[in-house]
């Protein structure tokens, strides 16, 4: 007696070739990659750019892009966890969390993930807080 019949094996791989979730595709937004906060978002952080200690806190969204092209399924992510750090230095700068995210499939999707952007140092000529300020002082 066969429990498996080559009809069931093959209707079997069949199913899991369009039920297997594909990994998507992430990229920032070309145009905008991070745009302003707003609502309760915007309020929840404070935005600040001291000198002394140097040091800068603000809200903003990134942009993101999700391209689900080769998924037949739509895609449910519970947690989105997004660590922004600085090209120069590879110093954390930001971080975001986004939860209970549905994007569809065969599409391409821009959402936006929450982000805490701060960073504090001991003076204000640490190199990470350089591209906010001309001869030591902030441009904000």
């Keep these: 007696m066969r429990l498996i019949t080559p ?3 093959f209707s079997t791989g069949i ?20 745009s302003a906060a707003t609502g309760d978002f915007n309020h929840s952080i404070p935005t600040r750019f001291l000198v002394a200690p140097a040091n800068f806190s603000f809200p903003a969204y990134a942009e993101l892009q ?5 998924n037949f399924i739509p ?3 519970t947690h989105l966890n997004a660590l922004i750090f600085d090209l ?3 110093v954390q700068v930001g ?9 569809p499939a065969k599409r391409f999707t821009k959402i936006q993930v929450p982000m805490n952007f701060s960073y504090v ?6 190199i990470t807080c350089e591209p906010f300020s001309v001869a030591g002082r902030f441009l904000f």
Aim: proline share 6%; charged share 20%.
């Design 75 to 77: 895609l449910k992510f």
């Design 15 to 34: 199913l899991l070739a369009f039920l297997i979730p594909r990994v998507p595709k992430f990229q920032f937004n070309q145009d905008t990659p991070l």
């Design 88 to 90: 120069q230095t590879s």
């Design 95 to 103: 971080t975001g969390d986004l939860y209970g995210v549905t994007v």
């Design 7 to 9: 009809n069931r094996s």
């Design 121 to 126: 140092a001991d003076n204000s000529s640490d």
């Design 66 to 70: 999700v391209d689900t092209g080769s």
